[in-house]
């Protein structure tokens, strides 16, 4: 579809959060002391406004604009559901934190709404610059949230860490983007290179292509940029320090929504825009770009699937553990992408969301000021003296581990489905048995949650009203999703069919 013109009412949810988040500043500039729930609610009101304008764009079958920039599809509004419930229930678990820790109010939120914007952008982006500029207005809020706490070196050494290899690996996608900008230009058929991702699948289809070699090394690049961005092996190295580091809120919001919009950025690139377009065509080049792109995603997945799970089992910090967790999540992840099922993928990331939030929920409330109580032997006998958060982190847990009845299994089974439709058995083989393996280490934390003599000076925590709606949303939204997940995935088959409708 040719491009069109201006249109406001495209990127109005991506309006709203940056409106708000400018609100929120100036009302920090002019009070003397911005009050933790005004920005709260705030915050709170502008993520519903974004949600009602990603509903109201609902239904559009690929309409572009901006000269091509902004794409709107099911593809697009979908994940900008995800990154909005990532950011309310980071708001609603951040309110009693922010008060406790005595941070300011107004910059955290401020920062939050900044990124939010920002994963916006990179599910509306419909060219690879596009892309580059959501994730930079992502990165650098997060770069700054990783560090909140500017007194402790723990969360210093974090956001130093995430910066420095983050822009690391930034000159790795800026590579790339310009690498496939210059595979698309021929004199005789395409004398303007192009960095739009619909014209990109057309040239590509179409060829011949300035260079082929090109367009194969700009598309790894691309893979080393986005791996890096969701922490798969082996570009996996910060996540670890960097989640253990910052504030637990901010580790619930990188490990869910940066890896979410992360995502949905490579989803575009490499199943919308690369797979489909070496799919539809037969010529040499393009079988090898699939093959390429397959094989390399392949690999990436076993070994973050298996380096996740692997390493994990030998941590004594709750939070290292999640952090290994979320690597070998993104490998589970990476199954539906390699299957080029996007809306596996989709799929696996909502239920991953709600799952992670509510567990670094509960670990922000174990942990108190300072992240203090991080340490697996924390939970030692905890089980006795607060049952109600033991049981609601015991079923997140078994949620990510894939019990049966909860979105997490739900979300594996629909990921090593779509892989083995698509002839990867031996790829669904690793996932189980990797899956298998966690077990290890989410059982451990409930073991000693349950059948270890209490921890000395432990006492149950006071549970404010926004984390106990936040917990009660995420508990709701896990059952949900494993009980009765066919609206969600009648929602993402109709998707699926509108966008695959929308590019012939």
Not at 20 to 43: P, Q, T, Y
Not at 207 to 228: K, N, R
Not at 236 to 258: I, Q
Request: aromatic content about 12%; hydrophobic content about 55%; overall charge positive.
């Amino acid at each position: 579809m040719e491009p069109i013109g201006i249109n406001y009412h495209a990127i109005l949810p991506e309006t709203i959060t940056a409106v708000v988040a400018v609100l929120i500043m100036m009302i920090d500039a002019v009070a003397r002391k911005i009050e933790r729930r005004v920005a709260g609610i705030v915050s709170l009101a502008g993520l519903a406004g974004s949600a009602a304008a990603v509903v109201s764009l609902w239904g559009q079958s690929g309409e572009t604009s901006f000269r091509g920039m902004i794409i709107t599809d099911d593809f697009r509004l979908f994940f900008a559901l995800i990154f909005l419930i990532v950011t309310f229930l980071t708001v609603l678990i951040s309110l009693r934190w922010i008060e406790d820790e005595g941070l300011p109010a107004g910059e955290y939120f401020a920062l939050l709404m900044f990124a939010t914007t920002g994963m916006l952008f990179m599910s509306a982006a419909n060219d690879l610059v596009m892309i580059f500029l959501g994730l930079e207005i992502t990165s650098i809020s997060t770069y700054v949230l990783c560090g909140y706490r500017r007194r402790d070196l723990r969360s210093n050494e974090s956001a130093m860490k995430y910066f420095i290899l983050g822009s690391f690996s930034t000159a790795f996608l800026l590579y790339g983007i310009a690498f496939v900008y210059g595979a698309t230009f021929n004199p005789a058929g395409h004398p303007v290179a192009t960095t739009n991702l619909q014209l990109i699948s057309a040239r590509i289809a179409a060829g011949p292509l300035y260079s082929p070699e090109m367009l194969l090394a700009g598309a790894a690049m691309l893979i080393v940029g986005f791996g890096f961005k969701v922490a798969t092996a082996p570009f996996h190295v910060w996540s670890p320090d960097v989640y253990e580091g910052a504030p637990t809120p901010v580790t619930a919001f990188l490990s869910t929504g940066s890896k979410a919009a992360a995502f949905a950025s490579f989803s575009r690139v490499f199943i919308l825009t690369f797979a489909a377009t070496s799919f539809a065509a037969s010529t040499g080049t393009l079988r090898t770009l699939e093959n390429s792109i397959t094989n390399a995603l392949l690999v990436m997945a076993i070994l973050t699937m298996t380096i996740g799970n692997l390493v994990a089992i030998v941590q004594s910090n709750i939070k290292r553990t999640l952090a290994y967790s979320s690597i070998a999540h993104a490998g589970y992840a990476l199954v539906g992408m390699v299957a080029g099922d996007w809306r596996a993928v989709a799929f696996y990331l909502l239920s991953y969301v709600l799952i992670n939030i509510g567990a670094f929920g509960v670990i922000e409330l174990i942990a108190r000021r300072g992240d203090k109580r991080v340490e697996i032997s924390d939970y030692a006998g905890i089980g006795f003296l607060s049952p109600a958060l033991s049981s609601i982190l015991s079923l997140f847990l078994l949620s990510l581990a894939g019990l049966p009845l909860t979105g997490g299994f739900m979300a594996k089974l629909l990921v090593f489905k779509s892989a083995w439709a698509g002839g990867f058995h031996v790829l669904v083989i690793i996932g189980v048995v990797n899956s298998a393996i966690s077990w290890f280490y989410y059982l451990r934390v409930i073991v000693a949650m349950f059948f270890a003599e209490p921890a000395t000076g432990f006492k149950p925590p006071a549970v404010a009203r926004s984390m106990a709606a936040a917990l009660a949303l995420t508990v709701l939204g896990t059952l949900y999703l494993g009980i009765f997940p066919g609206r969600v995935l009648d929602t993402l088959e109709r998707a699926r069919d509108q966008v695959t409708q929308a590019r012939k």
